[in-house]
């Protein structure tokens, strides 16, 4: 159970082994109603959700085994009514109001805006391994159907403006081989075929359109040790297909193939410098090519409205046109292409151990969301989003460390820094995760009368993002509509429409005991019920988010 939000959640987890065989059989189920900030409750933030599988190993001999699963996962999810407003100055209200408009009395019922997610998957797989080698097959099948209800008027307020079912099968094959000579590696393959289909009824432009893809990929990673040294290299060639049917928003039938084709490689070092000390670093190039999202996606989804690269067009003044469907040919859209080289050393004590990362990444053909000003429909006045393509660097910073205090006290200290910025211009992203430290500490006395007791404390510092792209506020895009005055003329490239927000501290406590076969889970997190917006949620712009939360977790084991 858990307090901010009054969730119940229950969950069974049952097998056998025998000699040959092992199955397993589970479920869970959950029910949660709106959270709340310290201060209101964020109205329509419930949640419902089950699920159950079933999981069948079976081992022939010394040298072969099968398995197979299958399992289902069902979720309803609310979103906060108070992100959807009716005209301009509504979302002006919203955006500065203390307490989110619509906000009402606590409940468990969930209403529009809402999604509600079904997922099977089915997996089969066959594993062989020996003294030298091992060898692995497996096929999988999964069906997604997804719903998306938004604030509708009239005949249409119970039918989804989303309705869409994707089906995906995949086979993967791993064989990691004998050793030749010094060569010690993996050879496998990966075929991804999938299949969206929107379902007829919902009276709007789909979101994404139909469309079948082929995604095939095979690799080869090879490792060599020389004394304290070891190296390895991997090479992966892929190939993408996709093609794509739908309608644009005079019910015109629209069509498009395209494929993708590109090559990654990783080249890594590791150096144990003495028992404690190691050394790693890895150099590599990964792609990745666009998703049908972010080409084709059109319209309201959740609180915010968005358009994929080749479902608009900006004109000379900044404005951004919906009313054409764009192809290869008209705007060029690559592949995503990193160059990325990771170095870390850590240390590792008796009574401390420690891990320290730089990373530096340049990434050609970055895409990525971006706010570009406010659109009106017939569902209300909000912010949208485009997608866009530009080059980027990102680099950054991790630091772990651990520390064994005595028998009884242990401690941990995190921190992580990431910058990022546009190669061609000024500026950098919105949306950024800000830097972050944390600090644990944990003391696990011995108590007589239990098997095992912990108790421990949580401190977490949120810094405001420093790094952060031109705020252009809705009152200013109101009031240049209202005068004629081009605001986006001059850079049109990259804004925000709210300010970055405040850092905040946050005190998180935890305890676990065990006695019997009963173990006890408590824990509170944002004790001192601080108000706070992180700034990679884009409910930011109308809602803090959540306070504090106290659950308790009661688990039975045989």
Known sequence: GKTNGKSMEGMFDVSKGLTWM???AYGSLLRQGDLSTPDYILSNTGKKEHSYGTDLRLHF?????????????????????????????????????????????????????KQSIGHHVLKTELQYIDATQSAKLSYSFQDNHRREFDVRRGNDLEIPNIDVKLRAHIIEGDWSHPRWNRLKGNIGFQYIYRENANQPGTNTVPFIPNYSSVNFGAYVIENVESGPHKFEAGLRLDFFTSAVAGRQPDNEVYRNEFSYTNLSAILGYKRSINDDISF??????????????ELYRFGRRNAFIEYGLWRYTIDDAGGVATGEILSDSERKVSSEIGFK????????????????????????????????GLTRTVRGTSPFFIYDQQDAFFAGADFNYNREHSNVLNSSFDASYLYAARMEGKGTFAGLPPPTLSYYLTASPAIDFLKSFSLGTG???????????AIISVEEILFADQNGIDLFGADSENFDISEAPGGYLMIHL???LKTGNFQVDIGVRNLLNTSYRHYTDRMRYFADDMGRNLSVTVRYGL
Not at 69 to 90: H, K, M, P, T, W
Request: proline share 7%; charged share 20%; net charge neutral.
């Open 22 to 24: 092992t199955a397993r």
């Open 459 to 469: 401190i977490q510092y949120t810094f405001k993002q420093p790094l952060v792209p």
């Open 280 to 293: 790693i670093s890895n150099l590599g190039t990964a792609w990745r090519p666009p998703g049908i999202g």
């Open 61 to 113: 001999n010394s040298e072969w085994d099968a398995r197979v699963s299958y399992g289902f996962f069902q979720q309803e999810l609310g979103i906060l009514r108070g992100a959807v407003n009716g005209n301009l100055e509504d979302l002006i209200t919203a955006m500065k109001a203390d307490i989110p408009n619509e906000t009402k009395p606590f409940t468990y019922d969930i209403s529009s805006p």
């Open 341 to 372: 080289w990771v170095n870390s050393i850590s240390v590792d004590r008796e009574k401390w151990d420690m891990n320290l990362t730089l990373y530096g990444n340049v990434i050609q053909n970055y895409i990525f969301s971006r706010p570009a």
């Open 510 to 512: 935890f305890c676990t």
